[in-house]
């Protein structure tokens, strides 16, 4: 058997080992357009703001691919898939495959405005984006992050810690606005400021000025921001290029069924790239998080080795902590629409949120701010749809906690199927 994965992220290097598992002789090629070794884009931002070296950035060792048994091809890019089962690389070569997944993640998504291919303007999705944003703070004041989104903030956060000067310029009316409602996000941006980073809402840039390298922006409204660095932060799009030829259903990203299979045959997609069923809203969509990546990259392995493992579906989940003040949501967080009810608490002198969103008696969504201690408690709820009308009053209590849940696990048996849930109502 020949498998073939193209990208050595998350979803890649977690079906290797799901392969492995199975399969220990078969023959894996894994493809990799970057030349470095296997890393987390997690944590590049902690790395920017040099509270990490590089070396951390690694989450398995380098002799991952050979004590697996893998051949590596790093620095090349897959261009194309073709027909009979075949792939077409950058440097003309071709290679077959039994098994293909496609694993090619996302990348930052550019803004189509003037300027935006000058020198000192990034995007920050892998070590190279990191590395050239670093090499440049030595003639850096002012950075301006153009996106208030989970990547634009976390850039912002690093560069404030390496001493500049930062601005972060956001359409939406507040921060966050993918992840968060205004009133959660009000919050973070409340504390960032406060620490010194300015936050400019309901505006985008419309020009990046300079000559070949970046000396500032002008926004909608006229007013000229300098700058020396632009950081873009509007989201990703998926790399979904190399099938476009390939007959391979695509939308907004590559879609699978329940195996994570594409609609051709031995063709699987697996992470940021794959298009799969959320979760908690059955929408069929993209939630481009690290651990959904893990999971799909693992069952796409399995069912590629021949094992017959269905996916449930992707959550949206986010965790950020910025400045001490944590916060994480999960699935529906501003619903639309009917049916839809909202439990919220909060303490403005002590910076807590909290906010349920529940719909026919049960959790669908959630942002908690800087009291984050039952998000377990409250996402596997959501994950196993559970009736909540015998706790609805008690959810948000200071004292709630997984013991208030123990009846809901005895009455749901079949959902808290798990062993250590049947261990603790035995
Ligand atoms: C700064 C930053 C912070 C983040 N923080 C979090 C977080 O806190 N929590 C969280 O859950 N998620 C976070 N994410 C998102 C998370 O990193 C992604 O969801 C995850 O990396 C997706 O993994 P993947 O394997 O699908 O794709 P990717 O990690 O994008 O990897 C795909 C790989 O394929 C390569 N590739 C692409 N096209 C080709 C081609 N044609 N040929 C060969 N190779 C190709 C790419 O260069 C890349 O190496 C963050 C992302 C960034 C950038």
């Not at 892998?126 to 003639?139: P, T």
């Not at 690290?290 to 094992?307: C, D, E, H, R, S």
Request: net charge positive; aromatic share 6%; glycine share 10%.
């Amino acid at each position: 058997m020949e498998y073939v994965i193209v990208g050595s992220s998350a979803a890649g290097v977690s079906a290797v080992e799901a392969i492995r598992s199975v399969d220990k002789s078969g023959k894996i090629t894994v493809i990799s357009d970057e030349n470095y070794s296997i890393y987390s884009r997690c944590v590049l931002s902690y790395y920017l703001a040099g509270m990490m070296t590089e070396e951390k950035l690694k989450y398995r060792g380098e002799d991952f691919f050979k004590k697996h048994n893998v051949d590596s091809i790093v620095g090349k890019k897959v261009e194309a898939v073709l027909p009979g089962k075949k792939i077409k690389l950058s440097d003309g070569k071709t290679l077959s495959f039994d098994k293909l997944l496609i694993a090619t993640g996302s990348r930052s998504k550019m803004e189509n405005i003037p300027g935006v291919e000058k020198d000192g303007v990034f995007g920050l999705r892998n070590i190279n984006d990191a590395r050239k944003i670093e090499e440049r703070l030595g003639k850096t004041k002012t950075a301006v992050m153009l996106g208030g989104g989970l990547i634009g903030l976390r850039a912002a956060y690093a560069l404030h810690k390496r001493g500049l000067k930062v601005i972060v310029v956001v359409k939406s009316k507040h921060i966050l606005s993918q992840m968060l409602d205004e009133e959660g996000a009000g919050f973070i941006q409340r504390r960032i400021e406060n620490k010194g980073i300015k936050v400019i809402t309901g505006l985008s840039a419309k020009e990046i000025t300079g000559d070949k390298e970046v000396s500032g922006i002008i926004l909608e409204n006229e007013e000229k921001i300098d700058c020396q660095i632009v950081v873009i932060g509007k989201g990703v799009q998926a790399n979904i290029e190399l099938v476009k030829d390939a007959g391979i259903k695509t939308e907004w990203g590559i879609i699978v069924n329940e195996s994570l299979q594409t609609n051709v045959t031995d063709v699987f997609a697996a992470g940021d790239v794959a298009q799969t069923k959320d979760l908690v809203t059955g929408e069929s969509t993209i939630n481009a998080l690290w651990p959904n990546a893990v999971i799909q990259g693992k069952i796409a392995g399995l069912n590629m080795a021949g094992k017959n493992i269905k996916y449930d579906g992707s959550l949206g989940m986010n965790s950020v902590e910025f400045f001490e003040l944590p916060t994480i949501s999960y699935g529906i967080t501003k619903p639309k629409g009917e049916g839809y009810e909202i439990l919220v608490k909060k303490n403005d002198a002590q910076e807590i949120y909290k906010k349920i969103v529940l719909k026919n008696n049960k959790i669908v969504g959630f942002v908690l701010v800087n009291d984050v201690d039952n998000a377990g408690v409250y996402g596997s709820l959501i994950r196993k749809k559970i009736d909540v009308s015998s706790i609805k009053e008690e959810l948000l209590n200071n004292n709630f906690n997984f013991a208030k849940i123990l009846p809901l696990v005895k009455k749901y048996k079949e959902e808290f199927a798990e062993k250590e849930y049947k261990e603790l109502v035995m």
